[in-house]
């Protein structure tokens, strides 16, 4: 019954090589989010969307993108990737921006 | 930048209570008090969270300082699956401000 759905779990890209995770959640929350952990380190909020609007933080690499066709899915699109963008990308999502959020167990992406 | 301080591990013995740490001594008034663990190789899970009073759900309890410069994860009796990173987190308005967590290492 997972209810924040992540795919695939592991993913290899290319150096440069376009590449796009997913991510789709049964929950119907409003807020859904993108986050990059690295080893040993904390998850990074990437940028999130409250329904249709798209809030990037600022430092944010313009190499990633999003898109949210509809309330169900969410994508992560990195345009160029380089060997620092390996990592663990997490999504979650929430009710409402000031609300506990739940995580999907998060795609593990290696670039060669 | 992180507003909390964890310790970065510790140990406790399975069936035992386990109490994490976690000072935020420069919290807002309006700052919310989160607590999230992350077991290897899956994400985060919510455990709790708080602004000034004590809270209790069937997984942890709560207990953040009368002044709010700190607060206590207490998992009442640790289990094995309870082995994780526990993240100690402040909320202000839509943003996590995660710290770099504690790992716990339950013991049989």
């Known amino acids: 019954d997972a209810m924040v759905i992540q795919n695939p779990r592991y993913q290899v890209t290319q150096f440069g090589k376009p590449v796009t995770l997913s991510c789709s959640q049964t929950l119907n929350h409003n807020v859904m989010y993108w986050y990059q952990q690295k080893s040993s380190q904390a998850p990074k909020l990437l940028f999130h969307y409250y329904d249709k609007d798209f809030n990037n933080e600022a430092d944010t690499p313009d190499n990633f993108q999003s898109r949210r066709p509809n309330t169900s899915f969410c994508f992560l699109d990195i345009r160029s990737p380089g060997l620092g963008d390996a990592a663990m990308y997490l999504c979650?999502?929430?009710?409402?921006?000031?609300?506990?959020?739940?995580f999907g167990d998060g795609t593990r992406l290696s670039i060669l | 930048d992180a507003k909390t301080t964890q310790p970065p591990s510790m140990d406790c013995a399975e069936g035992r209570a386990a109490n994490l740490p976690c000072n935020h001594s420069t919290i807002s008034g309006n700052e919310y008090v989160y607590w999230y663990r992350q077991i290897h190789s899956q994400g985060p899970q919510y455990i709790i969270h708080g602004l000034k009073n004590n809270e209790t759900n069937e997984m942890a309890s709560l207990i953040i300082t009368e002044d709010r410069k700190s607060s206590t994860l207490i998992l009442p009796h640790a289990t094995l699956r309870d082995t994780a990173v526990y993240y100690c987190i402040v909320r202000l308005y839509r943003k996590l401000i995660w710290g770099l967590g504690t790992s716990l290492a339950v013991n049989p």
């Open positions: 979650a999502t929430s009710r409402a921006e000031n609300q506990p959020q739940h």
